[in-house]
């Protein structure tokens, strides 16, 4: 079983900074996938960056302002977030996924933590 919880949201200025971390419980493989999530106001949930073995993703809406990183070896993941604006206010979702055990995708989910950018 594994378990993620976020931490480092809060309330940030626009053009602010915040760095949010994910810290796992319960075995991670180098193999699977991580990344971040978010749900903002009127939006459905969207990719907001992953990393996996292989390669490292971004949203589009991102624009360099945002830098993913992991440690395997402490089993956390974090999401750097700089010139933040009032568009990124939401709820941020760590996630890791894989499809060993089966053909389908497993996903698992953090509860979510709140990004507010005032502007």
């Known amino acids: 079983q594994v378990q993620l919880v976020e931490s480092g949201g809060g309330l940030v200025h626009a053009g602010g900074s915040l760095r949010l971390s994910c810290a796992a419980s319960?075995?991670?493989?180098?193999?699977?996938?991580m990344g971040w999530y978010r749900q903002t106001p009127g939006n459905e949930r969207e990719l907001v960056a992953t990393?996996?073995?292989?390669?490292?993703r971004y949203g589009d809406f991102v624009k360099g302002r945002f830098t993913i990183s992991r440690d395997n070896a402490k089993n956390a993941l974090y999401l750097q977030m700089n010139s933040l604006k009032a568009e990124d206010t939401g709820v941020y979702y760590c996630?890791?996924?894989?499809?060993?055990?089966?053909?389908?995708?497993?996903?698992?989910w953090g509860q979510g933590i709140q990004v507010t950018v005032s502007s």
């Open positions: 990393i996996s073995e292989t390669n490292t």
């Open positions: 996630n890791c996924h894989h499809d060993v055990g089966g053909p389908l995708r497993t996903d698992y």
């Open positions: 319960g075995r991670i493989f180098s193999y699977y996938t």
